[in-house]
């Protein structure tokens, strides 16, 4: 196939950055935005709809659990979830990536904190590997080619 060509990307190659590192994860979900409408009523007839704002979805994040390995995700967390009632918000970059690992669009995720932290649930009766799943807000996303 000629390398000018234009391919579909593929939702397994992506890279997630955060402070400037890439941080390994298994899934990435909630890039989504959508706008808020009001619906005003006039007269006798349907009326019409006016855009309010912007809202941006949470950003979820999976990985497998690792102790051996407290990068800056971890730390980040441990400082959200303290106690101390400090939130650090934090600017990701989340990519995908075509065949040669080079980025085909990319997303600005802007002042992003966790707002929540899962372990997945142990079972001994499966063969899966222990995982965790971290929401975060955020307050724009954008998206570039």
């Not at 990985?63 to 051996?68: K, L, V």
């Not at 400082?79 to 990701?92: A, E, I, V, Y």
């Not at 085909?104 to 002042?111: L, P």
């Amino acid at each position: 196939m000629p390398e000018d060509l234009w391919s579909l990307p593929v939702v397994f190659y992506f890279d997630v950055q955060i402070a400037g590192m890439s941080l390994p994860f298994t899934e990435v979900s909630g890039l989504t935005q959508s706008i808020e409408i009001e619906h005003i009523q006039e007269g006798g007839g349907s009326g019409y709809d006016l855009p309010k704002k912007v809202s941006s979805g949470k950003i979820v994040l999976k990985r497998a659990i690792n102790p051996d390995n407290k990068d800056v995700f971890d730390k980040w967390l441990e400082q959200t979830f303290s106690g101390t009632g400090k939130l650090s918000p934090r600017n990701l970059k989340i990519s995908l990536m075509d065949h040669k690992g080079l980025k085909q669009c990319m997303w600005s995720v802007i002042e992003a904190y966790p707002v929540k932290w899962d372990v997945g649930k142990f079972d001994a009766k499966e063969n899966g590997i222990a995982m965790e799943t971290t929401e975060l807000v955020c307050h724009e996303i954008k998206r570039s080619w």
